[in-house]
Nanobody, 120 residues
């Protein structure tokens, strides 16, 4: 059994910063791609950023230059540093990861989500 637990969301004024964390736990052998998604009210869940096991990154266009994804492989944890936040960044943020269990089974769980609210 593996799970992802996010933390770090909250309320911030426009222009402010937040750092989200997502820790994977359970019978994990290794982790491959880890990613962040977000779901704004009334909208579908959308890709924000991803990072490969080797550190390669991809970002959704609207967050390029403002958000930075990073990871700590020893801790099976992925981070999302969000700077210059805008009201349109308001959403529930979810992490997702491709995890290989100690039984060598690949799972792709989702976290429970953490609310980010940016006030204008």
């Amino acid at each position: 059994q593996v799970q992802l637990v996010e933390s770090g969301g909250g309320l911030v004024q426009a222009g402010g910063s937040l750092r989200l964390s997502c820790a994977a736990s359970g019978s994990i052998f290794s982790s491959n791609t880890m990613a962040w998604y977000r779901q704004a009210p009334g909208k579908q869940r959308a890709f924000v950023a991803r990072i490969s096991s080797g550190g390669g990154t991809n970002y959704e266009d609207s967050v390029k230059g403002r958000f930075t994804i990073s990871r700590d492989n020893a801790k099976n944890t992925v981070y999302l540093q969000m700077n210059s936040l805008k009201p349109e960044d308001t959403a529930v943020y979810y992490c997702n990861a491709d995890l290989i269990t100690t039984a060598r089974v690949t799972l792709s769980p989702w976290g429970q989500g953490t609310q980010v609210t940016v006030s204008s």
